[in-house]
Nanobody, 124 residues
Framework: QVQLVESGGGLVQTGGSLRLSCVSS????????MGWFRQAPGKEREFVAA????????YYADSVKGRFTISRDNAKNMVYLQMNSLKPEDTAVYYC?????????????????WGQGTQVTVSS
């Protein structure tokens, strides 16, 4: 069973930056596609960013393109989400997700493993 643990959330002002981290317990992390999703109060969980197992393929939601960057360090079993130019509408619980396939997915149903989430709050 793979466990994912997120960290790095917090309170930040509009225009600020945060870096989310996610560590995986799986021994085959380097073969997993990984993603970040978020869920705001009263809304459905939505795709934010994804990265394939090698780190060469990345995908972003239009709402975060140009502001967020997903990356990974397979030697450390880590995936990151660098968030810049944050806006109040980025406020949500952010979830790390993993799948035992090399390719990335933008679909919620494309992932088998989920972290517990980390809260990001952007004040106006």
């Amino acid at each position: 069973q793979v466990q994912l643990v997120e960290s790095g959330g917090g309170l930040v002002q509009t225009g600020g930056s945060l870096r989310l981290s996610c560590v995986s317990s799986g021994r085959t992390f380097s073969s997993y596609g990984m993603g970040w999703f978020r869920q705001a109060p009263g809304k459905e969980r939505e795709f934010v960013a994804a990265i394939d197992s090698s780190g060469t393929g990345t995908y972003y939601a239009d709402s975060v393109k140009g502001r967020f960057t997903i990356s990974r360090d397979n030697a450390k079993n880590m995936v990151y989400l660098q968030m810049n130019s944050l806006k109040p509408e980025d406020t949500a619980v952010y979830y790390c997700a993993g799948r035992p396939l090399a390719g990335a997915s933008t679909r919620f149903g494309g992932y088998d493993y989920w972290g517990q989430g980390t809260q990001v709050t952007v004040s106006s």
